[in-house]
């Protein structure tokens, strides 16, 4: 394994923790809930959703933070300061003893895991980092050609599947993470028995934190992660500073205050300054100097606000086709569990065990579908022409899920339930593929001194969206499935509510996208 292959294994590892942390805890959160509460199955719902809010609520409100920490200091420093704190986090919830900590230490897990932007800048910049320092010659041969034009052409290729490569592994945190976290929570069964010890098992770690396991499994991982960054992920952000000697030039100034006179000051700060010089290559010296000078690269790189960001014409429109395409998704993800159950759609009102069957198998189309749809509509139409295919075929056959019920019998419920599941897993295919090429079209649109901050800026978006979206789509389902009488009889005529529902969700958002892609093309 070259070295380029071994920093995309790494940032694959960190793409799939992100996705384990967030889902994980989705099996036994209601039980968790219970455990703590001692309340009933059906009040349960509320307190489980919180977990997932808070931790939502955590990311948004430190992605920027990362994000700054990222372009200032460095990729590497952000993911492992944010992997270790992390498995802290994550092992602070699987040992919280009641529900108000478990919603504190949630959060935690959210605001210190917010990296998911620092992820798809690091993905881009795999692609045109210079591994030739210090691999062999052997992929000189390989990537040298005369001509530039198509030396960059190779490189825009390469970032496409490096950045569809570690897109794509969120899709199998998403189908692993539920089924290994459900295993390992309450092995005991200490909830389902209504107690915290027994006999066989008094004093056992797992009797008192019956959700340790999943969590400390998430705690190893986020260790391991960052060991993999460590180790194989090079440092792509460009005259990053040193945080080591930023913080030890703060101590210096901190200690120097308390010093009484000025010379104890000025001996302090040549040592002090000595010894970090003595620790630095002659380059790191050259490229960082002396306190002033690090005093006026402070003011060039804050400079890179979000607001200036936001100036950019070119930054913003992309941003925009994110956060509403965002907006889009989480709409649909929401309205499909609330159509299933419904038993005005000509369904039968599917049981949630049912509806997790059809989303398995729609996550196992995803997984295997999407890296090679996305690569080969990059390969075939350029980035901005899969944006294109990929908006419409993401959103508008959605507009077919009613047809299901032209196949529902009450005695076998097998073939609707086939249906939805390939339909849904096409349309994730190209949901997940149209954000890869978003990504990587939007990486493009900054310099490398602002491309963390504006992925934290498109999470912030992303993120109000996902938080927003679901209450309006959840009102007009329950508007257009109301107007519906069918039952689980053999009626074989198509629900007119659904299929408004269905229809007006795909027309409304096919239109918003058109608009908004038509206007990113003409300012790219």
């Not at 881009?124 to 390989?142: G, I, P, Q, W, Y």
């Not at 500073?241 to 930023?246: G, Q």
Request: proline letters at 3%; aromatic letters at 10%; charged letters at 15%.
């Amino acid at each position: 394994m070259n070295e380029r292959s071994a920093s995309i294994a790494a940032l694959c590892s960190v793409t799939f923790l992100q996705a384990y942390l967030l889902v994980g805890v989705f099996p036994y959160a209601a039980f968790m809930a219970i455990h703590f509460l001692q309340i009933q199955e059906e009040q349960a719902g509320p307190y489980a959703a919180l977990f997932a809010t808070t931790f939502m609520i955590g990311r948004t409100a430190t992605a920027h933070l990362w994000g700054l920490l990222a372009d200032v200091y460095g990729r590497r420093v952000a993911m492992i300061i944010s992997l270790l704190g992390s498995g802290l986090a994550s092992l602070w919830f699987g040992m919280t003893n009641s529900y108000s900590q478990a919603i504190i230490a949630r959060g935690m897990i959210g605001a210190l895991n917010s990296i998911v932007g620092v992820s798809k800048t690091v993905a881009t910049e795999l692609a045109f980092h210079n591994f030739d320092k210090c691999s062999n010659k052997n992929e000189d041969r390989e990537v040298a050609v005369d001509d530039n034009e198509q030396h960059d052409q190779q490189l825009q290729q390469l970032e496409t599947r490096i950045v569809g490569r570690v897109m794509s592994m969120r899709a199998y945190g998403f189908l692993i993470a539920p089924a290994v976290a459900g295993f390992l929570a309450d092995p005991l069964d200490v909830r389902e028995k209504g107690v915290t010890y027994n006999a066989s098992i008094e004093g056992s770690v797992l009797s008192k934190y019956p959700y340790l396991l999943p969590n400390l499994l998430g705690a190893v991982l986020c260790c391991v992660s960052a060991m993999a960054v460590y180790l194989c992920i090079p440092e792509t952000m460009p005259q990053c500073r040193s945080l080591s000697r930023d913080f030890l030039q703060w101590t210096t100034k901190t200690c120097a205050r308390l010093k009484s006179t000025e010379k104890e000051v000025q001996e302090y700060a040549v040592i002090s300054l000595k010894a970090a010089d003595d620790s630095l290559s002659d380059n790191s010296i050259q490229q960082y100097g002396s306190i002033e000078n690090n005093s006026k690269s402070d003011n060039t790189i804050s400079s890179a606000s979000l607001k200036l960001i936001w100036s950019r014409r070119k930054t913003r429109s992309h941003l925009i086709a994110y956060w509403l395409y965002s907006l889009v998704i989480i709409n649909i993800d929401e309205a499909f569990p609330l159509y299933c159950i419904s038993r005005n759609t000509g369904l039968g009102g599917l049981q949630e065990n049912e509806i997790g069957k059809i989303l398995s198998a729609s996550g196992v189309i995803f997984a295997i579908g999407q890296y090679k749809t996305y690569t080969m509509l990059c390969d075939q139409f350029g980035i901005y022409g899969s944006l294109d295919l990929c908006a419409a075929l993401g959103i508008l056959p959605v507009a077919l899920f009613p047809l299901a019920s032209l196949v529902y019998t009450n005695a076998n419920k097998r073939w609707s339930m086939v249906y939805l599941a390939l339909l849904s897993g096409v349309t994730k295919v190209f949901q997940s593929a149209f954000f890869s090429s978003i990504t990587v079209a939007t990486n493009r649109t900054v310099p490398a001194e602002m491309r963390s901050r504006m992925n934290a800026l498109g999470s912030i978006g992303a993120g109000l969206s996902k938080a927003f979206g679901p209450l309006f789509v959840g009102i007009w389902m329950a508007f257009c499935l109301s107007t519906d009488s069918q039952d689980d009889s053999n009626d074989k005529s198509l629900p007119i509510g659904s299929l408004l529902a269905w229809f007006g969700i795909a027309l409304v958002s096919g239109l918003i996208m058109f608009a908004v892609l038509k206007s990113l093309q003409e300012r790219n």
